[in-house]
């Protein structure tokens, strides 16, 4: 798993010649078509292996879980997801799209028409994609089941 982008795997290591130097690097082959190289040393700060059956029992309560909504200003929260969002680990992916999906049910309840603004769709839906790849890995299930799952669990705290 790579932060933001998701899901992918490594291709090749080999050594390249970079800032002058000969380094380690790994090719990283993303779910989208990217290819990233990374050097061996930052590959090992920021890639982390997929989503365990015990991270998807975590993301399962977090998206079941009914958290007070934060008041803070939308810039506040919108710099606190999306450093979730870099880091990509899945129970705080979970934590994003369980607050999207409260934000838009509490605007229902209120009897509001108006969505959620377009920043917070934005960060909501791509961390909703991000979780949603990371279990169908996990579990071996198509990205649709796995946002199939994804929702059910979500409507369990309807």
């Given at each position: ?121 934005e960060l909501f839906v ?30 369990l705290t309807a």
């Amino acid at each position: 798993m790579y932060g933001t982008h998701g899901i992918g795997r490594v291709t090749a290591r080999k050594k390249m010649v970079v800032s002058g130097g000969r380094q380690d690097v790994v090719v990283l082959e993303l779910e989208d078509g990217l290819t990233v190289t990374l050097p061996l040393e930052r590959a090992r700060e920021q890639l982390r292996a997929p989503a365990s059956e015990a991270d998807i029992r975590d993301v399962q309560a977090t998206l079941r879980a009914e958290r007070v909504l934060s008041e803070q200003p939308w810039l506040a929260r919108r710099r606190e997801m999306q450093a979730k969002l870099t880091g990509g680990h899945p129970v705080e992916l979970a934590e994003i799209v369980e607050e999207g999906a409260q934000r838009q049910r509490t605007l229902n309840v209120k009897g509001k028409t108006s969505q959620l603004s377009p920043g917070e769709k934005e960060l909501f839906v791509r961390a909703r994609q991000l979780l949603s790849g990371e279990i169908a890995q996990a579990r071996g299930l198509q990205r649709e089941e796995a946002d199939e799952w994804i929702e059910k669990q979500l409507s369990l705290t309807a």
